[in-house]
């Protein structure tokens, strides 16, 4: 999170010099009076956000940063976005003004790579956009893109190198780059725990409605182990309710749901109330008999085995808390043990089967995104074995 805030600090200050630049090419090569915009060659025509607010009409590409999502002429989302049809771009990356923003339309074509709802990383990173300068939620705006690119080939910045070149990640992970076994989790137990929010219980509730959204469709939520799509307005303690289900069970160290383990979205899903008393507190391995309501999973006396989609999720889910919870807080030291029916010891497992899921089941959009929503927008920290799950061999191997 350090690193990250002063990267982007150090990109808005150099914009002005960039800037200065821009603006002298862009009228050194700008096509005679009169000429449409249109015209401008491409090249050496790729406008600073102010010109294109300042030249709507025509065609253009335009270069700013990611500030946010518009819904409205003097709205912007900077965080916990709800769709991917539009972007708000700015000349500086802390832009906090609607006034200095383009609004960029993003259409079905580009929406799985730029929509923000998808990617909510993107914000702070510049990008290109070529169409047409229109007014777009009655603001000067880009509408019908025919070309998005990250980036624009004036990189102000290097990229911090990271341990194994995980693209937007990198800097986050700058201090754990080249480590591996012990310093390596020793590492990552800092970074993963500086500059951490703590939610409330309650305020769990709407953040997994963002965190845990159906793809295709927003106005639901998918369930963990069940993989049932339901209403985010289902939640409850009723039949036929989804509730908060703890993967790292909460009487496995007696963390209750005081704001800490207890209320870390990295270890929170939607489950169906029922599957969820099913589950109880039982530890994770193969083998037991089918779950009539939650088709894939298993289950005997004394552990749980996730449908296959899920697997791997849940196997990171458990390494995060172990690495996460090291008892140098108020909370309970949380460790993963190779066994099952460990009671209410701070111990989970089986490690064997959960080390077999990360390989089996590696991390897919929806883990990924919510990992992205997370950091951006909820707690400030990030799960490793997500963005590296290479690591779980390194630390648990
Ligand atoms: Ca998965
Ligand atoms: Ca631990």
């Given at each position: 999170?350090?690193?990250?805030?002063?990267?982007?600090?150090?990109?808005?200050?150099?914009?002005?010099a960039l800037l200065a630049v821009l603006a002298l090419a862009v009228t050194l090569v700008r096509a005679p009076a009169g000429a449409p915009t249109g015209m401008l060659p491409m090249a050496a025509g790729t406008l600073t956000v102010a010109q294109a607010i300042g030249s709507q009409g025509g065609a253009g590409t335009v270069r700013g940063y990611v500030v946010g999502q518009p819904t409205a002429a003097n709205t912007v989302l900077s965080s916990g976005f709800t769709g991917d049809t539009a972007l708000a771009i700015a000349d500086s990356s802390g832009e906090t003004d609607t006034g200095d923003m383009l609004y960029v339309q993003v259409t079905s074509a580009y929406r799985s790579a730029f929509g923000l709802r998808t990617n909510p990383g993107l914000v702070g990173d510049a990008v290109t956009v070529t169409g047409t300068l229109s007014a777009y939620f009655t603001h000067p705006g880009l509408k019908s893109p025919t070309a998005m690119t990250l980036g624009g080939g004036t990189p102000t910045t290097a990229p911090t190198p990271g341990p194994t070149g995980s693209g937007g990640s990198d800097a986050y992970y700058a201090a754990a780059a080249g480590k591996t076994g012990a310093s390596l989790r020793t590492a990552l137990h800092t970074i993963i725990s500086s500059g951490v929010t703590k939610l409330s219980y309650d305020a769990v509730w709407n953040a997994l409605k963002a965190t845990d959204q159906d793809p295709a469709n927003s106005a639901n939520v998918i369930l963990l182990y069940s993989g049932t799509s339901r209403s985010k307005t289902l939640n409850g303690g009723d039949a036929g309710d989804w509730n908060r289900e703890h993967v790292w069970a909460k009487s496995h160290g007696d963390f209750g749901t005081a704001a800490g383990p207890g209320t870390d979205l990295h270890h929170l899903r939607p489950e169906d109330v029922h599957v969820n008393a099913e589950r109880d507190n039982k530890d994770f391995d193969t083998g037991g008999t089918a779950v009539a309501d939650a088709p894939g999973n298993r289950t005997d006396a004394d552990s749980w085995e996730?449908?296959?989609a899920v697997r791997g999720d849940v196997a990171r889910m458990i390494f995060y808390m172990a690495v996460r919870y090291e008892g140098g807080d108020s909370w309970p030291d949380l460790e993963v043990d190779d066994a099952t029916g460990s009671g209410t010891a701070p111990r989970l497992?089986?490690?064997?089967a959960l080390r077999q899921w990360n390989a089996q089941d590696p991390p897919d959009a929806f883990e990924k995104r919510r990992n992205e929503l997370i950091?951006?927008?909820?707690q400030h920290n990030r799960n490793p074995f997500i963005d590296h799950p290479e690591w779980v061999g390194a630390i648990f191997g």
């Open positions: 999170m350090p690193a990250l805030t002063s990267q982007r600090r150090a990109v808005a200050l150099t914009m002005p996730p449908r296959a497992g089986r490690l064997s950091y951006s927008a909820y």
